[in-house]
């Protein structure tokens, strides 16, 4: 007979996997799936660890202590919501510390897969151009049935060499909780595509040769390049962000090919890979257009207060509207100083500024918000949703793009289809998208682009302004189509 202390351990561990047999909807913040291990001390539990492929948490009696979330390429300790350290993973994966993406022979019978890598949009909400294009182009080749291929969203992280799927972000795009403990690994054939579409150099480093390896089992290994600017305009990036492209265009260039958004884009790169690539092997060069229907896709509802009064003074008088990050090569300084020599004229117009605060811009930012026809006839809306956007392109008279360097130009296209005017700079993509349906100007002085917005407005009252209803505008699902007929399908 033992004794009867064993009967009652002071310490003990327990250890399971929680179940999702009857769990319908996530649950504790995406931890009700995925391992469990519970620390009993006297019966009592004082010690709790969950862990997800991509999270785990350290809980104290019941309250959260320590959170480790895995991301792409690099792990955070967090105490709460304070970082305590950051681990980046940097350099490619090889030999032992990585298993290699999963994969089988050509057995699957009939629809092969593209695999559309979001990349870091499987792990934080952002709302860049880039992400933008990503989602709405991912939406669109989903509701495709007929080319032969089915389309999954993948990402991988930094912590082993495979892709998983990506159907937590599915979820959430679909407007449900995400739970990542659904994303299980991918596994690639011969004949499926990986497409890219989000540039990341640390992903490609640190991933290289599990690429190398899916393109050598005849994986297509594919980038999207968005345009050429880090290193062609190297004065407008911040630094880290140039050098981080010098790194990340020679990597993509050593596999199948590349996608770009625009045909002028695409020469760029071709010119760049002449000079800066010594690589005969055969490789995919092509372009396809963008969408302009943004509103369609995951429109965000809601007007603040202030937007009545904004409304009302666009409509009071011509407004011109530029929609872009506010950053150096927008032309938002260019465009500034001519209205404001248009003003010292007497000249009556609004200049409406849509767009978050971008880099290098903090001079320019603190002139526009002590501006003294700040609120009057210089407005500057920042991270406004998309039906107090469209109302404000509604409002419009005009969409003003000066910018001096683009790989596409969505306001372009978005001022166009809600049949906007358009005053564009010179740029061969500009000609590309909008060809003789939008007014050009050329020079960075602000005399130039003050003297075409002059005769634009005597235009405009003579009723013989140069519409953009000849532009030929693509929704999303026929810039998907358009993207589909420019890859190498087999």
């Known amino acids: ?103 089988l022979p050509r057995e699957r ?13 499987a792990f934080q909400d952002e709302r860049s151009g880039v992400a933008r294009v990503t989602r709405c182009l991912l939406r669109s080749l989903r509701s495709m049935h007929s080319f032969g291929y089915d389309v999954y969203p993948v990402y991988t992280t930094g912590d082993r060499a495979g892709y998983v799927h990506a159907r937590s972000f599915l979820r959430r795009m679909e407007g449900v909780c995400g739970n990542e403990a659904l994303d299980e690994p991918v596994i690639f054939q011969e004949g499926d595509l990986l497409l890219t579409p989000i540039p990341d150099v640390r992903e490609v480093e640190t991933h290289f040769h599990a ?29 880290a962000f140039r050098e981080n492209f010098a790194r990340w265009l020679p990597l993509i260039s050593r596999f199948d090919g590349v996608l770009t958004i625009s045909e002028a884009v695409a020469e760029e790169y071709r010119a760049w890979r002449r000079e800066n690539v010594k690589d005969d092997a055969p490789f995919f060069v092509n372009w396809f257009h963008l969408g302009s ?46 209205f404001e020599r248009l003003w010292a004229k007497g000249i009556d117009a609004n200049f409406v500024i849509v767009g978050r605060k971008g880099w290098k811009i903090d001079k320019l930012a603190g002139k526009i918000d002590k501006h003294p026809e700040n609120g009057k006839r210089l407005f500057w809306l920042k991270g406004i949703g998309d039906e107090y956007l469209d109302k404000v392109y509604e409002s419009a008279s005009c969409v003003l793009f000066p910018s001096e360097a683009e790989g596409f130009g969505l306001a372009v296209v978005e001022g166009a289809r809600r049949g906007k005017p358009l005053i564009l700079r010179d740029l061969p ?62």
């Open 1 to 103: 007979m033992s004794p009867f202390w064993k009967n009652f351990p002071l310490f003990c561990l327990s250890r399971r996997r929680a179940s999702s047999k009857h769990v319908t909807e996530p649950q504790e913040d995406d931890f009700s799936r995925g391992s469990v291990r519970d620390w009993y001390v006297a019966g009592i539990r004082v010690l709790r660890i969950r862990k997800l492929p991509h999270r785990s948490r350290v809980e104290i009696c019941g309250l959260p202590l320590l959170q480790i979330r895995r991301s792409a390429c690099k792990t955070r300790y967090c105490c709460g919501r304070i970082e305590l350290l950051k681990l980046r993973v940097s350099g490619p994966l090889s030999g032992s510390a990585w298993d290699g993406p999963l994969f």
């Open 109 to 121: 019978h009939g629809r092969r897969c593209l695999f559309w890598n979001i990349g870091s949009l």
């Open 211 to 239: 690429l190398k390896t899916l393109q050598n089992m005849g994986v297509a290994v594919l980038f999207f390049v968005h345009d050429l600017i880090p290193l062609q305009h190297p004065a407008f990036c911040p630094d």
């Open 293 to 338: 229907d943004i509103e369609s896709v995951s429109a965000s509802q809601g007007l603040p207060d202030s937007a009545v009064a904004v409304l009302s003074a666009m409509k009071s008088r011509p407004s011109f509207l530029e929609v872009s990050t506010v950053e150096p090569r927008k032309g938002y300084g260019q465009a500034l100083a001519a």
């Open 429 to 490: 993509v500009f000609r590309e998208i909008a060809g003789d349906h939008a007014t050009y100007f050329s020079g960075l002085d602000p005399q130039p682009l003050a003297d075409c917005i002059e005769t634009w407005l005597e235009d405009l009252k003579k009723g013989r302004v140069i519409p953009s209803s000849g532009i030929k505008l693509l929704t999303w699902e026929e810039s998907a189509e358009m993207l589909l007929s420019r890859l190498p399908l087999k």
